[in-house]
């Protein structure tokens, strides 16, 4: 009985850090992410600060992520993305990031 119950601590000890390995992974900062045309990028910096630039326009912007969910803020504009279980970000579909592909 007690070999059981250690085992299943173990196995739930496990499952725990390769959740927690995942959710590490999927932070955007450092990563630049582009769509297919290269007519939008965005840099994530460290410190929630980001570079947007869209065809020959670049604005400072802030972000926040939580889970899987992106916040970015481009003068006083909010968009949302979603890391996706490929590492690309989904943003809103009728939008022009609603694919942003994880560039390094």
């Known amino acids: 009985m007690k070999t059981s119950i250690q085992n299943g601590l173990a196995a739930a000890a496990v499952a725990l850090m390769c959740f927690g390995a995942v959710a ?36 400072a912007c802030t972000y926040t992520q939580s889970g899987k969910q992106v916040m970015l803020t481009c003068e006083n504009q909010t968009t949302q993305f979603t890391v996706g279980d490929d590492g690309n970000l989904a943003g809103p579909p009728d939008g022009m990031m609603n694919k942003l592909t994880k560039v390094k």
């Open 24 to 59: 590490c992974g999927s932070g955007v900062s450092g990563h630049t992410y582009a769509d297919n045309e290269g007519m939008v990028k965005i840099q994530f910096q460290s410190g929630g600060k980001a570079n947007a630039t869209i065809g020959p326009l670049t604005a």
